[in-house]
T-cell receptor, first 116, second 114 residues
Framework: EAGVAQSPRYKIIEKRQSVAFWCNPISGHATLYWYQQILGQGPKLLIQFQNNGVVDDSQLPKDRFSAERLKGVDSTLKIQPAKLEDSAVYLC??????????????FGQGTRLTVV | AQTVTQSQPEMSVQEAETVTLSCTYDTSESDYYLFWYKQPPSRQMILVIRQEAYKQQNATENRFSVNFQKAAKSFSLKISDSQLGDAAMYFCAYRNPGDDKIIFGKGTRLHILP
C-alpha cells in the first residue's frame, strides 16, 4: 500500500517569497491534516480537512498561509509571503474518517522549509 | 480544549534496559484514542502503539507496552530490552473521535547508551 506522499522534501527560500507544498494522502482516507513542526517541538495542527471541506483551521495564520484540497484527494499548503519564523518541517497526514477499526493517522516524510 | 503534556524533554537508557516515558492529557470526553508515535531523524512519524479509551486492558506490541490510567488521565509508554534503533523522538497523541482532531505533546527525546 502506498503511503502519504509529500513534495518537495527540502525547500530554501528568502523571506517574503512564496512557497507551496503538495500532499497526496493514502487512497480512501477522507481526513487530511497539515502540521507545522518547529525544530525540537511537537507537531502543531495547522488545518484539517474532511474530504474537501475544512474541519479546523483555527491555528492557520490566514494572513499568509492558505490550503486547499481539490476533489477531496490531493492537498496543497501555500505560504505567501514567508517569514523567518516559518522555518519548520511541514507534515502531512491522513486517516480514515471516524473509523474505530482504523484510528491512527499515517504521515508523510515531511517538507523541511528554511527561510533565510 | 484537549491538551497533551510530556514532562520529560529527554531521557537516556542503557541498551537492553527498560525505560518508561510519561504522558498526561486533559479531556472532558469519555471516548477517545491515544497513541505513541516515534520520529527518527528521517522525520517519518511511525505509530508505535495505540489505546482505545473504552478498553481497560493495556495495549502491548512486542517490546512496547502502555500503562493507561483513565481516571488519572495518564498514558505512559514502557520500552523493554531497549535497542539502539529505539533512539528517536517519541510523541504522545490524543484523538477525539467526534471530530478526528489529533493533538500531540511536545515530545521526549530518547537516547540509547551502548
Amino acid at each position: 500500500e502506498a503511503g502519504v506522499a509529500q513534495s518537495p522534501r527540502y525547500k530554501i527560500i528568502e523571506k517574503r517569497q512564496s512557497v507551496a507544498f503538495w500532499c497526496n494522502p493514502i487512497s480512501g482516507h477522507a481526513t487530511l491534516y497539515w502540521y507545522q513542526q518547529i525544530l525540537g517541538q511537537g507537531p502543531k495542527l495547522l488545518i484539517q480537512f474532511q474530504n474537501n471541506g475544512v474541519v479546523d483551521d483555527s491555528q492557520l495564520p490566514k494572513d499568509r498561509f492558505s490550503a486547499e484540497r481539490l476533489k477531496g484527494v490531493d492537498s496543497t499548503l501555500k505560504i505567501q509571503p514567508a517569514k523567518l519564523e516559518d522555518s519548520a518541517v511541514y507534515l502531512c497526514a491522513s486517516s480514515f474518517l471516524q473509523d474505530p477499526m482504523n484510528t491512527e493517522a499515517f504521515f508523510g516524510q515531511g517538507t523541511r522549509l528554511t527561510v533565510v | 480544549a484537549q491538551t497533551v503534556t510530556q514532562s520529560q524533554p529527554e531521557m537516556s537508557v542503557q541498551e537492553a534496559e527498560t525505560v518508561t516515558l510519561s504522558c498526561t492529557y486533559d479531556t472532558s470526553e469519555s471516548d477517545y484514542y491515544l497513541f505513541w508515535y516515534k520520529q527518527p531523524p528521517s522525520r517519518q512519524m511511525i505509530l508505535v502503539i495505540r489505546q482505545e479509551a473504552y478498553k481497560q486492558q493495556n495495549a502491548t506490541e512486542n517490546r512496547f507496552s502502555v500503562n493507561f490510567q483513565k481516571a488519572a488521565k495518564s498514558f505512559s509508554l514502557k520500552i523493554s530490552d531497549s535497542q539502539l534503533g529505539d533512539a528517536a523522538m517519541y510523541f504522545c497523541a490524543y484523538r477525539n473521535p467526534g471530530d478526528d482532531k489529533i493533538i500531540f505533546g511536545k515530545g521526549t527525546r530518547l537516547h540509547i547508551l551502548p
